[in-house]
Each structure stands twice: as C-alpha cells, then as structure tokens.
C-alpha cells in the first residue's frame, strides 16, 4: 500500500522558514500532480498548494509570496518552501496525490510557529 511520508516540519518563531520534503516510495511524481495539505485540530483538512505534472502550481491566497510549491523528480521528492511563517500557519502538514489514493495519507510533520 502506498504512504506518503512526510518530514522537516518542527518549531519556528514567527517570521522564520521552513522547508517540508514529501516521498512516497511507488509513485511516480513525474507524471502525476501533487499538494500539499495541513489540519488543524477540530478543523477539516485543507489544500494549501497544487502543483500539476506540466508546472502549474497554484496556491491559497493566505500563503501567497510565502509558501513555494517545488518537486525533484529525479528524486521523486516534493518539498514546499514556507518562509515569513505566521502563527496561523501552525498545523499537521500533508503531502498527497491531487486526488488522495484510499489509505495514502502519512502520518504528516507538524509545524508550529511560536515565539
């Protein structure tokens, strides 16, 4: 069964950045359009940035100028750059398929953005 796996989320003060990788051993990222999702407790989970297999990435108006969507697919690794992080950025981070695959989700890396 395929899983997304998650990492480099952690603690940040407000301002800093952050760089989240995403692998998923059995997908092929190079043909396929990705995002990346965060969850906030009690909230549902939300699309923070798409990605398409031909370069279009498009993202939430509140991370705009701040959160860059890239991919190596030579590595078949995604990553999303989050710079000039806010308190309300602060959340479980999720990489997926655009359309999520039953059982793929990971376990997530956390980022919390505290002073």
């Known amino acids: 069964q395929v899983k997304f796996v998650e990492s480099g989320g952690g603690l940040v003060q407000p301002g800093g950045s952050l760089r989240l990788s995403c692998v998923a051993p059995g997908i092929i990222f190079s043909v396929n359009s990705l995002g990346w999702w965060r969850q906030t407790p009690g909230k549902q989970r939300e699309l923070v940035a798409l990605?398409?297999?031909?370069?279009?990435?498009e993202y939430i108006d509140s991370v705009k100028g701040r959160f860059t969507f890239s991919r190596d697919n030579a590595e078949n690794t995604v990553y999303l750059h989050m710079s000039n992080l806010e308190s309300e950025d602060t959340a479980v981070y999720y990489c997926?398929?655009?359309?999520?695959?039953?059982?793929?989700w990971g376990q997530g890396t956390p980022v919390t953005v505290s002073s």
């Open positions: 997926n398929l655009r359309i999520p695959l039953a059982g793929s």
């Open positions: 990605n398409t297999w031909d370069g279009h990435t």
